[in-house]
């Protein structure tokens, strides 16, 4: 490992045991490095043949060539943080470093696979309790020491690549030791859990109560609760569990000033609600330390089925009469001709893919046995009785068995030569085929003939988000060319009327087009709270506030 620059390190290492208790996530790129797949010769045929994706010259980098910068934390500062902590919880040594280098953008995925570790934190701390929070908090503020709140390290938003300037150092606070089912008060349905829990152990601990969130993004295995709650995240079944804000009724969180615990109801008519103002906050405002959230009885059934309809126009008239008249899938999304014929052809067979597959329709049903059946015959009639034709249960047990899978395939597709990325939008109904062209546009502007294709898969009676997945060769400098595709794609968004993100939040990516979107006087109001919270400006710098 080669620090950049001379200063020599502040920071002595540390113990090279992993740092979260659950499988440590692939440095470089997605999820369990035992899962990586090949490409499949004719998709890289296709590539070849299609995009024009030539394989990159440099192959990637180890962990142990990164270049880390050199850690500035003054070593007075690092042991006041190991006496509250004890040493074994501060790990400073250059793999605990590297792994808590920003988030899973395909940027950050490139800037890693490059071997630029510059965003690196000094230092990781594991805090075990709110109270711990309480205390880093107050000696970071006090040593003007950044702090970058560290949940399963997905973002894709920049939410984890803090401004450097200005700071003692930077620290990563890796909540994966606040992992506890603190309780369940099953009159209300309502359980406390911390937010260290990825998807799969809070769903485990659930379980065993036979109660469920129904939280299932497609970054379930790696994300946390914490992370679901500070960066707004939405879930694939939310038509039928809601997002991961409506599951929040309560929280706990720890800001350089104090603590704030927010939630005695439900719903409140005391004033503007503060809950409100900490989801998607994304660790500016303060440490989130424990969730309040509702809970549902865990399904008995899980029905996932197939339709297909003419056209994206035809399928988008069907969902939306599904979310306004309903009954309501659990899950529902539409893909665009595009995504239909891409993910119908088996990889493969991608030679013999069709035109003429019209769009895909996946719904799902989970619940009581009987109550999901009587949902999907009635939702089925609307479905047919609009133009779909059902394709039985194989294209939804498909997308259910492998949804989870595409983020390897993406690092398979990066390692072939070829940028991957994903965006997503939302608007009101009325507004979504304009979204879907301005965004559309600006991508083949940007890239020339990209591959560029769509879904829905969140609804709502007024609207709905648009989910793009770009594929495009790699340029000489793949970097600047995704950045340009960025900004050109943002600003259409800004312009088509359409939020900057329905569900990956705002990060530093999104920064500029946010603060577009809600105007000076918002931003105004933002600082506001962030002074008040964090007169430091410890947290998280850079992130979320224009
Ligand atoms: C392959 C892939 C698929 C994805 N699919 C989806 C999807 O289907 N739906 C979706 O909504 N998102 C998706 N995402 C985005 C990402 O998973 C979500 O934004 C998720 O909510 C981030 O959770 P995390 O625990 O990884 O948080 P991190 O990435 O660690 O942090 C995200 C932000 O929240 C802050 N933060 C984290 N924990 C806390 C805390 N306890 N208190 C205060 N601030 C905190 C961080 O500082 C950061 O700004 C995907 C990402 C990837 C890479």
Redesign the pocket.
Known sequence: MTPAGTADRAVPEAPATPVAAAEPMLWSG?GDPARAADLPEPVRKLLQDILGVRAPEAPPVNLEEVRLPAATLPAAVLAELESVLGAGNVRSGDEARVRHTR??STPDLMRMRAGDGSDAPDAVLLPGSHDEVLELLRICAAHRVAV?????????VG??TPAREGHAGVVALD?ARLNRLVSVDAESMVAELE?GLRGPQAEELLAAHELTLGHF???FE???L???A??R????ASAGYGRFDDMVVGMTVATPRGTLDLGRAPKSAAGPDLRQVILGS??AF???TSLRLRVRRAPAVRIYEGWRFDSFAAGRAALRRLAQDGPLPTVLRLSDETETMIGLAKPGELGGMSSGAGCLVIAGYEGDPQEAAERRERAAAVLAGLGGTCLGAEPGESWAHGRYSA?YLRDSLLAAGATVETLETAGFWSALPRLYDAVRLALHGALGSPLVMCHISHVYGAGASLYFTVVTAQSEDPLAQWEAAKRSVNEAIVAAGGTISH???V?RDHRDAYAAEIGELGVEILRGIKERLDPEGVL?PG?LIP
Request: charged share 5%.
């Open positions: 997605w988030g899973k970058v709140p560290f949940g399963g390290g997905t973002s894709v939410g984890l909540l937010p993004p497609q970054s790696y994300a946390t914490g992370g679901f500070a960066a995240s939405s879930g694939q994304e660790g303060g440490v989130i983020p569900h990956h939040g990060g998280n992130v």
